[in-house]
């Protein structure tokens, strides 16, 4: 699949979407976000027909007028083309501009063990190849 970046409000219903078991109807994800952001039913339709369209989800038709809704890729799938995707952008591929720029946010002294953990692991993986 081709790196899609998902609009704020697609993303949400996506991320709702990953935290349950699958499948997922209109009606539990009303119950889950919908309500609490003030949708119609409608929006939620019209969100996850773009998210259908787009090849995030699935959908079966269920009983009567009710769809089920099972997500295609996953969260971590999604997060890696997004992060892919922003380092080509904004840092030209380069994982030092990246570092340097959160290097700048000031990284606690656990940010920091984790990342020297990632670099350990990182290469311990390269040198076992």
Known sequence: MKAQRLPDSEFD???????????????LLMDLIGR???????????????????????????SGRERAFYPIISRDEYLRMETESFLEHYHHKSVHSLIAALAGARLSDQDLDELSDFVRKARERSEGK
């Open 13 to 27: 219903l996506m991320q709702t979407i990953w935290d349950q078991q699958p499948p997922v109807t209109t009606g």
């Open 36 to 62: 609490s952001r003030n949708w119609k039913v409608q929006t939620v339709v019209t969100l996850l027909a773009r998210l259908t369209e787009r090849g995030f989800l699935r959908v079966e038709k269920g």
